[in-house]
C-alpha cells in the first residue's frame, strides 16, 4: 500500500494550525478548559475579549503579584486604552478574566475560577483598600476596583 510522503502529512499539519485547530492549551487549565475558553474568546462581543485574551490576563495577574516580600502593591492606571496596553492595569486583566468567567459553561469555569480565586486571595492580601473608591473608580462596584491604586 502506498503511504503519504511527508510534505503532504506537513501540508496537512498545516491545514490544521491554519484553521486554529486546536487552540493554544493555558498553562495551568486542562485542554477542554482551553478549548472553552477560546470558543467564549472567539464568540465574544466585548472589544478586550479576543483570541488568548483570557491567557494574557492570567499572566499579567501573576505577574503583579510575583514579586516577593510583604511590601503592598498598588495597581497603575493606564495611559492608553487599547486592548494591548490596557493589560498593564492588573484590575483590567481581572475584569477580563470576570468576562470570561461570566460566559464559560460550568465546569470549564468551575477550573478557572480556582486559579482566580488563588490569585484574588494573593491580591486581597497584597494591596491596601481604598476608602474613597467610589468617587475615584468608574466601577467601583467591583471588588478588585476598590484597592489603593498608584
Same mark, same amino acid.
Given at each position: 500500500?502506498?503511504?503519504?510522503? #511527508? @510534505? *503532504?502529512?506537513?501540508?496537512?499539519?498545516?491545514?490544521?494550525? =491554519?484553521?486554529?485547530? $486546536? /487552540?493554544? &492549551?493555558?498553562?495551568?487549565?486542562?485542554?477542554?478548559?482551553?478549548?472553552?475558553?477560546?470558543?467564549?474568546?472567539?464568540?465574544?462581543?466585548?472589544?478586550?475579549?479576543? #483570541? @488568548? *485574551?483570557?491567557?494574557?490576563?492570567?499572566?499579567?495577574?501573576? =505577574?503583579?503579584?510575583? $514579586? /516577593?516580600? &510583604?511590601?503592598?502593591?498598588?495597581?497603575?492606571?493606564?495611559?492608553?486604552?487599547?486592548?494591548?496596553?490596557?493589560?498593564?492595569?492588573?484590575?483590567?486583566?481581572?475584569?477580563?478574566?470576570?468576562?470570561?468567567?461570566?460566559?464559560?459553561?460550568?465546569?470549564?469555569?468551575?477550573?478557572?475560577?480556582?486559579?482566580?480565586?488563588?490569585?484574588?486571595?494573593?491580591?486581597?492580601?497584597?494591596?491596601?483598600?481604598?476608602?474613597?473608591?467610589?468617587?475615584?473608580?468608574?466601577?467601583?462596584?467591583?471588588?478588585?476596583?476598590?484597592?489603593?491604586?498608584?
Amino acid at each position: 500500500m502506498p503511504r503519504k510522503r #511527508p @510534505g *503532504a502529512l506537513r501540508a496537512e499539519q498545516s491545514l490544521r494550525v =491554519a484553521w486554529g485547530l $486546536p /487552540p493554544e &492549551r493555558i498553562h495551568g487549565l486542562s485542554a477542554r478548559t482551553s478549548v472553552a475558553i477560546d470558543r467564549v474568546e472567539r464568540l465574544s462581543g466585548d472589544y478586550y475579549v479576543y #483570541p @488568548g *485574551a483570557t491567557d494574557r490576563a492570567l499572566r499579567q495577574y501573576r =505577574a503583579f503579584l510575583q $514579586p /516577593p516580600g &510583604r511590601r503592598p502593591l498598588y495597581p497603575q492606571d493606564v495611559e492608553c486604552s487599547c486592548r494591548g496596553c490596557s493589560f498593564d492595569d492588573v484590575r483590567h486583566a481581572r475584569d477580563v478574566l470576570e468576562e470570561v468567567l461570566r460566559q464559560l459553561p460550568p465546569r470549564p469555569r468551575a477550573q478557572l475560577q480556582r486559579q482566580v480565586r488563588a490569585l484574588d486571595a494573593k491580591y486581597v492580601e497584597r494591596t491596601l483598600p481604598d476608602p474613597f473608591a467610589a468617587d475615584r473608580q468608574w466601577r467601583s462596584d467591583l471588588w478588585w476596583r476598590r484597592r489603593l491604586a498608584g
